[in-house]
């Protein structure tokens, strides 16, 4: 989820228009938030950092920590190559999320989990309805042809 998070705020693509490490005000600002919380961002920034998805630089001069792209965080910049940003939203969307909540019903009675949650399969509902679920599902999001 905090990876999520960092794909929904645009983490990745604050630090990249910057084109260089920064700080987690320079990040907050760029939030589209009158009100964002640095404290919850920090949490997700350190997370992010011991993940190894963004990097940070102490600060030598008593300044503060500054958080930068590697080749992780890179895949997460909306607008590049290779960007996963499609793929991560489709993943977390609740249609897909809610089939794991009843695994445990399908070891006791069979049966599949999307199923359970939602009364068909997922090909039939991506088949009637693909926004759903992110959009197509053969290519995350984007424009089918």
Partial sequence: M????????????IIDSHGRPISLSQIASGINSPSADISYLAR?????????????????????????LNQKSRLLTHDSEGSITSFITMQHNPWLL????????????????????????????????????????????????
């Avoid at 359970?116 to 009637?128: M, N, V």
Wanted: hydrophobic share 35%.
């Fill in 44 to 68: 997700i920034m350190r997370y992010m950092v011991r993940k190894e998805i963004f990097t940070a630089h102490p600060p030598s001069d008593g300044g503060e920590t500054l958080f930068g």
């Fill in 2 to 13: 905090a990876l999520k998070c960092a794909v929904e705020l645009r983490l990745a693509d």
């Fill in 98 to 145: 809610e089939p794991w909540h009843r695994l445990g019903q399908c070891i006791k009675g069979g049966g599949t989990a999307f199923l359970k949650a939602h009364g068909c399969e997922l090909w039939d509902l991506a088949s009637r309805n693909p926004v759903i679920i992110g959009g197509c599902c053969w290519c995350y999001g984007r424009k089918c042809s």
